[in-house]
């Protein structure tokens, strides 16, 4: 009998002992996302296709935006043959709604213009069918949250790519977040062609495979939603000098490989994405003592860097 108490002493003597170490362990500070990104590997690390990387020069600097054209393949090639026919040269920015977009375009193509005075489209189709949504892909890389979602039944991460999922359906599509660009259109689907895109800069969510995404600002997105907001109802500049003047826009398989940034996406199927995720779910700190447990998809930033040349 006094072997056993002896036993049972030494044993919660034992477990005290390690209550201070658990309770230190639990209570140490995150890693953040630039310790995490500090220990990521290159392999982590994507190289965006030049084919699909699109660099828009406005006079206060450049906005770089990523095509998916596993999303919208349609959508994707009229836009490189308008952007090779330097179709957006000296277009404009021609509204910015609060806590919703901003769109670039021909300025006679709202409703105040002078539709005599359209920019010609070229070769670039001037109607495609809607790419709203598309066949869940198993081929393609998922990494699902886990934290569920008021748009879709599912929602994850599909090549960097913030992406809603409805399995009843089979459809999936990519989700209107903060800096996803979006291509205008008409009340008729198939009236998006591409030639006016946006760039979500607020709440857009209800947008949600209602229209074809066209990609994500990668590099940028200050320029874009830091202008001022143009008039209600719906945020189109009513006076012509406060539109923004692009200067150019270029696709980097068209530019000299020597002059092409190096632009790195994380790979957001990377054990360097879900240490990411799960900071933003359950991260602890000074600041915030208590984790919120949850993580919305808008509420994640894709990392992107500009990788270091080789020496």
Not at 61 to 81: C, Q, Y
Not at 164 to 179: I, K, N
Request: aromatic share 6%; glycine share 8%.
């Amino acid at each position: 009998m006094l072997r056993r108490h002896l036993i049972a002493a030494l044993a919660l003597t034992s477990a005290l002992l390690t209550l201070p170490s658990i309770a230190a362990e639990q209570d140490k500070p995150t890693p953040t996302a630039k310790e995490i990104l500090a220990k990521s590997t290159p392999v982590e690390w994507r190289t965006p296709d030049p084919q699909n990387l699109l660099f828009m020069q406005l006079p206060t600097g450049r906005v770089v935006i990523e095509l998916a054209p596993d999303f919208t393949p349609l959508h994707a090639a009229n836009i490189r043959t308008l952007v090779r026919a330097h179709y957006f040269d000296g277009l404009a920015i021609i509204r910015v709604q609060d806590n919703f977009v901003t769109q670039w375009g021909d300025p006679n193509d709202d409703e105040n213009g002078d539709k005599s005075k359209l920019r010609s489209l070229g070769k670039a189709s001037k109607t495609l069918p809607p790419e709203f949504t598309r066949a869940i892909d198993p081929k393609l890389a998922w990494t699902a949250l886990p934290d569920g979602d008021v748009y879709a039944p599912e929602v994850g991460f599909s090549e960097g790519f913030p992406v809603g999922r409805d399995p009843a359906s089979g459809q999936e599509w990519v989700a209107h977040c903060y800096g996803t660009v979006g291509v205008a259109r008409d009340v008729a689907p198939e009236t998006g062609s591409g030639s006016s895109l946006y760039a979500v800069i607020g709440q857009a969510r209800r947008l949600d495979h209602n229209l074809a995404v066209a990609g994500r600002v990668l590099e940028g997105m200050p320029l874009l939603s830091g202008l001022p907001r143009g008039p209600e109802p719906m945020g189109f500049y009513a006076d012509p000098a406060q539109r923004v003047t692009i200067e150019s826009v270029r696709l980097a398989a068209d530019m000299p490989a020597k002059d092409r940034p190096a632009i790195q996406v994380l790979r957001t199927d990377s054990a360097s994405f879900a240490a990411l995720v799960e900071a933003k779910r359950n991260g602890r700190n000074a600041f915030y003592p208590k984790p919120a447990g949850k993580v919305d998809l808008c509420g994640i930033d894709v990392p992107v860097r500009e990788a270091k040349p080789a020496h």
